[in-house]
């Protein structure tokens, strides 16, 4: 049984729900809501919208007032207690009188943490753990990236029902229904940099934008970054076109040719020799490395086959993953699967996973999955 009666519940709740209106604002920040309640009744809101702006408690305290004093802070990551862009939230929350705070999971940064400890020597009521699993997957990137220095990486695919990614011409426009395509789109709105292989952008020639709501412009474009271990892309495709938005990261082999890297530098974009698996593929792992030292949180992998089995089956690198199954059927022996590569020899080396939902978008079968070894709440520690 809870020890949170329901209308705490709905309190914290309406601090998530706040504090998902950053969603692809406040990187490398946290997504962070806070309500102020007195006599049980909500008084005040805020969120966080962005690097620089006021945290979600100051935001919420503002506009509470004088009627702050004696109230309750509920929100869903424990206030900072540091100096940074902006002042610490804990001094706000004890100057405006507040007598007890609601939160959820501790923050993990450890230049901001300690709020609560800070509070409660100043007399307040502290409660954390409220709403705990909801609040970790909404910060999953910020409180991975934090704790590990790597990016949070998500996988996305979409196939028939029998597995395939594209017919044996490459047909593959469009496997899955609208509804899954503006998920899709939605999720890349969140990210801070989208990855895909040099087939698929030789192939498709995408632009890697995020249009979550039609065309409107985006608050940043995520980073685009492609996998082209030789540099024989053409430099007319559209990821290199800056009219797009966003930032390029060309990653390639050490005896890729120095001439091509120099006209990509030339233009804008970010040429990164990365080491090879032993099969001979740009390693992941190490990518991810450079990428969570330039601050990048989490990383969409829209794959072909090959890099899907280099990013689930070579080199686990992935933490969560969408698969959109279409109710058609393609067939053919030479049509790509979702996961190609060499294989697996024995059932032995085979890395299980977790499957946390099933669902639809549109006609399509939607599956979140989370594999073994893949960034997982533990609160152990709370």
Known sequence: MSRWTPKQTGFMKEALRLARQGWGLVSPNPLVGAVVVKNNRLIARGWHQGPGQPHAEVVAIKEAGKKAQGAELYVNLEPCAHYGRTGPCTEAIAEAGIRKVYYSIDDPNPEAKGGAAYLAERGLEIDKGLLAAEAWELNQFFLKWTKTGLPF?????????????????????????????????????????????????????????????????????????????????????????????????????????????????????????????????????????????????????????????????EEPVVDLVHIFMAPIFIGGGDAPSMVGGSGLESLAQVQGAQILKIGRKGPDIHLMVRPTGGFSPDFSEE
């Not at 029902?161 to 426009?173: A, E, Q």
């Not at 050490?254 to 020799?273: C, F, I, Q």
């Not at 990383?299 to 280099?310: D, F, M, N, R």
């Open 153 to 313: 990486v998500i996988l996305k695919t979409a196939a028939s029902l029998d597995g395939k990614i594209s017919t044996r011409l490459g047909d593959s426009r469009w496997i899955t229904d609208k509804a899954a395509r503006n998920f899709g789109h939605i999720i890349r709105a969140g990210i801070d940099g989208i990855l895909i292989g040099r087939n698929t952008a030789f192939k498709d020639d995408p632009e890697l934008s995020a249009r979550p709501w039609g065309r409107r412009k985006m608050h940043r474009q995520p980073w685009r970054i492609v996998l082209d271990p030789l540099l024989r892309l053409p430099e007319t495709l559209k990821l290199f076109n800056p009219d797009f938005g966003g930032h390029t990261v060309v990653a390639c082999l050490a005896e890729a040719s120095s001439g091509t890297a120099e006209n990509l530098k030339n233009m804008g974009h970010d040429v990164w020799p990365i080491a090879k698996t032993a099969t001979g593929l740009i390693s992941l792992k190490d990518l991810l490395v450079k990428l969570g030292q330039e601050k990048i949180q989490s990383v969409l992998i829209e794959p072909g086959a090959t890099l899907a089995y280099s990013a689930l089956v």
